[in-house]
C-alpha cells in the first residue's frame, strides 16, 4: 500500500528530451501528468503570467522616478495622455498618443525657447516596470556622450498612459529637433520588463510608425544598457543628417567599437518582434 | 437602402447595410473604437430584428464596400454561384439561422451551397446566432484538405507545430520541433514565424524542415511564415516550399497594408503548385486572419471588424487553401478586449469561415494586455474542439518566445484528443505509430527513439 502511494506521488512522467532545452528558453520537455501540464508547471507558467499582468496594470511612481533621475543634471516634467485610466488606455490607443489639454498647456509654457537637439520622454507604456528599472540607466549611459558631442538637451518628461505617438506631440510643442521616446513594451511571459526605444526627427503630431526608428527588448537579459546606448547614439547622429524612419537601417552592429564592446558585455539574447505602438 | 424596425412607439433607422450590420454586432473593442456598436442594447436587438427581415438576395445588390474600389468586392460579386445559392435565394437571413440549424443542413448540403453564399450573408447570419449555434452549424461543416497528409475528417483534429525562437537559431527551432513531435503534433504544418525578414535566413529554415521531414520520412508539411514576395523569390531560387503562407485582410486597402493584393497571391499559388510537392492533395496555401486587421490599417471603410473578417475569408476561398488560421487573440485588446469578446469571435471566424467551405483552425490565444488567461483559453479550446476545428496551435508550454503572446501548448491539444477522442491526420498517425511514439491512441514514452537525435541534423 505504502509503495503504491509513493508510486502515485511520482505520477509525473519526465520527458527524455530534457538536455535539449539548454538550446533554447522554449518551455520544452515540461513533462505530463496524464496528458496535462505537472504541477510544477502550471504554478511556473501561472507565476510568469501573474508578473507580465502587474507589469502591465502597474503605475509609473513618478516621485521614485523622479529620484532616480535627479542625477542627470535635468529639468523633469509630469504628463498625462488624454486616457484617463488603464482600462481607457488599453482600450483606446488614439487616447494614449495625445496629451491631455492641461499638460499640452504645462509643456507649451515650459518650452524652451528656440527649442533643443533632443528631448527624452519617459512613457509608461505597457510596463511601467520597464521604465522605472531601465530608462535611468540607459540614460546614465547615454548623456556623457552626446554632452561631449555638443546637443542641447530638453527637459526629461515623465509621461502616465503613454502610447508611442505620444512623444512626437511632447517633442513638437517642445521644439525638439530629434524626440527619443523610452517606453515599455508589451510584457512577454519571460520579459515582463522589456523597454523599447522610438527615435524620430522632426517630430510632429500624425507621423506614422513608419518615420521612426526602433530599439527593442532593453535589459540586462535582453539587449544591455551599453549596446543599446550605442545603438541609440548611432541612430541620433544618422537621423540629425538623414532623417528617421524605414529608410534608416541601423548600420552600428557591424561597426568595430559595438562588436567591441559586446565582447565585454555580451550577445543580445534575442529581441522578438517589437510589440507596442 | 434604408433598413427600419419599429419596437413600440420606438422607431429604429439604420441608413444602409454597413451601418445594420455593425448594430446588430455582439459589442466588441474594435468596434466600439471605430465608433460603429449599437448605442443601446436595443438597438442591438433591434438591427438584428430588421436584418432577420432581410432577404439573402439583398446582399447581391447592397455591397458594403464598393465594386468600382475594392477588388475583394468584386471577387466576392463575380465569383458568386447563382446555381448553388438558388435553393436558399427565397429565405430570409432569420429564415437562413433555421434552415442552418435544421437538419435539412446537413454536411453534404451545406458543401453545396458555400459557393453561393457570401460573406456579408455569412456575417449577417452569424450576428443571429447564440454562441451554441455557431458551434452546431460549424460542426455540421465538413472541409477536407490535402497536401502530404488529410486534414478535416470527421473525428480528427490537426495541430500546426509553431517551434519559434528569437533569434532563429537552428538548434533552438530543433529542440521545440522535437518537443511537438515527442507529443504527436505537426500533422496540420510545421511552421516557423521567423524572426528575420531575410530571404537567405528564410532559405535556411526551409532546408532545415524539410530535411527534418526527408530524414524521417514524416507526412507533413512545412511552411516559414514569410511575406508571399519572398515566398515566390525562394521559389525561384529552387528552395523547399510546401506551403504559401500570407496574412489576408477583407479589403483591398488593408491587403496593400500588408503589401499584396489578389494577383500577388494568385502568381505565388501558380509557382507553388508548379512545384507538385504534394503527395495525397495539392491544397498548399496557409492564410492567417484576425478581426480588426482591417480597422488597425484604416481600412474598413466603415464596415464592422467581423464582417471584414469574413470578407478576407472569401480571398482565402479563391486559392483553395490548406489551412485558414484566425489568430483571434494576438491583435489585442484594442480590438478584442476580454476572454469573452475573444471566445465569442473565434466561434464566429470558426463558423464563418466553414459555411463558406474554407479549412479553419484558430490560434486560441491572448496577448497579456487583454483580459484574459489560460482558463479563459480553456473554455475556448474545449468550444472549438466540439465544433470540430480542424485544427489548432502546438507551441512549447503555451509560451511563444518569439512573438511574445500565450496561444495553446502540445498538451491543450492532448487534453482535448483525450476529452472528445480526438485523432490526428491519418497519415501522421501510422508515422507516429511506425515511429513507437504512439500505439495508435495514446502517447507512448519515446525513450531510445531515433526521433530524440533529431536536432544533431540543426
Known amino acids: 500500500m505504502k509503495q503504491d502511494i509513493l508510486r502515485l506521488c511520482t505520477a509525473v512522467a519526465e520527458d527524455a528530451w530534457s538536455a535539449e532545452r539548454q538550446h533554447t528558453v522554449a518551455r520544452i520537455a515540461l513533462g505530463r501528468s496524464g496528458v496535462s501540464l505537472p504541477t510544477r508547471q502550471t504554478l511556473s507558467f501561472a507565476l510568469d503570467h501573474a508578473r507580465a499582468r502587474d507589469a502591465v496594470h502597474g503605475e509609473l511612481d513618478m516621485p521614485a522616478l523622479a529620484r532616480a533621475l535627479a542625477g542627470l543634471g535635468l529639468p523633469l516634467l509630469q504628463v498625462h495622455s488624454a486616457a484617463p485610466d488603464r482600462a481607457c488606455y488599453l482600450q483606446r490607443p488614439d487616447l494614449g498618443r495625445k496629451l491631455s489639454a492641461s499638460s499640452r498647456s504645462a509643456l507649451l509654457a515650459a518650452a524652451p525657447a528656440g527649442g533643443c537637439d533632443v528631448v527624452f520622454v519617459l512613457g509608461d507604456g505597457l510596463s511601467a516596470r520597464a521604465v522605472a528599472s531601465h530608462a535611468p540607466r540607459l540614460l546614465e549611459a547615454l548623456l556623457p556622450a552626446l554632452r561631449r558631442e555638443g546637443w542641447s538637451l530638453g527637459p526629461l518628461v515623465l509621461a502616465s498612459q503613454a502610447r508611442v505617438a505620444l512623444g512626437d506631440e511632447v517633442g513638437a510643442v517642445l521644439g525638439a529637433r530629434m524626440l527619443v521616446m523610452l517606453i515599455g513594451e508589451r510584457p512577454g511571459l519571460s520579459s515582463p520588463d522589456s523597454l523599447g526605444v522610438y527615435l524620430t526627427a522632426a517630430p510632429r503630431v500624425g507621423l506614422s510608425d513608419a518615420a521612426r526608428n526602433c530599439i527593442s527588448n532593453v535589459r540586462p537579459d535582453g539587449l544591455s544598457y551599453p549596446l543599446a546606448a550605442y545603438k541609440l547614439m548611432w541612430l541620433l547622429r544618422a537621423a540629425r543628417r538623414d532623417g528617421s524612419g524605414v529608410a534608416l537601417k541601423d548600420g552600428s552592429a557591424a561597426e568595430a567599437a559595438y562588436l567591441a564592446l559586446q565582447a565585454v558585455v555580451g550577445v543580445q539574447q534575442g529581441a522578438g518582434k517589437p510589440v507596442i505602438s | 437602402m434604408v433598413h427600419v424596425t419599429t419596437l413600440g412607439s420606438r422607431r429604429y433607422r439604420f441608413a444602409d447595410l454597413k451601418t445594420l450590420l455593425a448594430k446588430a454586432t ?433
Open chain 2, 26 to 458: 455582439p459589442s466588441r473593442a474594435g468596434d466600439r473604437l471605430a465608433g460603429l456598436v449599437a448605442a443601446s442594447a436595443e438597438e442591438r436587438v433591434a438591427a438584428q430584428m430588421a436584418l432577420a427581415e432581410l432577404p439573402l438576395r439583398h446582399f447581391l445588390s447592397e455591397l458594403v464596400v464598393p465594386y468600382e474600389t475594392d477588388e475583394v468586392s468584386r471577387l466576392i460579386v463575380d465569383s458568386h454561384d447563382a446555381q448553388a445559392f438558388a435553393p436558399l435565394a427565397h429565405l430570409t437571413v432569420g429564415d437562413f439561422r433555421d434552415w442552418l440549424l435544421s437538419g435539412q443542413a446537413d454536411s453534404v448540403t451545406l458543401a453545396a451551397v458555400a459557393p453561393g453564399l457570401t460573406p456579408e450573408m455569412v456575417a449577417a447570419v452569424s450576428k443571429l446566432m447564440r454562441n451554441q449555434d455557431l458551434v452546431l452549424v460549424a460542426r455540421k461543416c465538413q472541409v477536407v484538405t490535402r497536401f502530404r497528409n488529410t486534414q478535416g475528417l470527421p473525428g480528427r483534429m490537426g495541430v500546426r507545430l509553431q517551434p519559434n525562437h528569437p533569434t532563429d537559431d537552428a538548434r533552438g527551432i530543433a529542440a521545440a520541433l522535437l518537443d511537438g513531435l515527442m507529443y504527436g503534433a505537426g500533422d496540420a504544418v510545421v511552421g516557423i514565424n521567423p524572426a528575420s525578414d531575410s530571404p537567405d535566413d528564410i532559405a535556411r529554415l526551409l532546408h532545415l524542415l524539410d530535411g527534418v521531414r526527408q530524414r524521417y520520412a514524416i507526412p507533413m508539411q512545412s511552411c516559414v511564415l514569410t511575406h508571399v514576395t519572398t515566398t515566390l523569390e525562394l521559389i525561384r531560387r529552387g528552395c523547399p516550399v510546401d506551403l504559401v503562407f500570407q496574412s489576408v485582410a477583407g479589403t483591398e486597402a488593408a491587403n496593400a497594408g500588408f503589401g499584396i493584393n489578389l494577383a500577388m497571391l494568385g502568381e505565388a499559388h501558380e509557382a507553388a503548385l508548379a512545384l507538385g510537392r504534394g503527395s495525397v492533395g495539392d491544397n498548399l496555401m496557409y492564410f492567417e486572419t484576425g478581426q480588426g486587421s482591417a480597422l488597425s490599417a484604416g481600412a474598413h471603410h466603415g464596415v464592422d471588424q467581423q464582417t471584414c473578417e469574413v470578407r478576407a475569408y472569401a480571398v482565402a476561398r479563391h486559392f483553395r487553401p490548406l489551412l485558414v488560421n484566425t489568430v483571434v487573440g494576438f491583435i489585442g485588446p484594442e480590438y478584442l478586449y476580454d476572454g469573452r469578446e475573444i471566445i465569442r469571435a473565434a466561434l464566429e471566424d470558426h463558423c464563418c469561415g466553414k459555411l463558406l467551405g474554407l479549412p479553419m483552425g484558430c490560434d486560441i490565444c491572448y496577448t497579456n494586455h487583454a483580459e484574459a488567461d489560460q482558463n479563459d483559453m480553456d473554455t475556448l479550446l474545449t468550444l472549438l474542439g466540439v465544433a470540430g476545428v480542424n485544427f489548432i496551435i502546438g507551441v512549447p508550454g503555451a509560451d511563444d518566445i518569439m512573438l511574445g503572446y500565450q496561444s495553446t501548448s502540445f498538451h491543450d491539444a492532448l487534453y482535448l484528443r483525450e476529452v472528445l477522442g480526438l485523432r490526428r491526420a491519418p497519415e501522421f498517425e501510422d508515422w507516429l505509430q511506425s515511429m513507437a511514439l504512439s500505439d495508435g491512441q495514446r502517447l507512448l514514452p519515446g525513450a531510445g527513439s531515433t526521433l530524440l537525435r533529431l536536432a544533431e541534423a540543426a
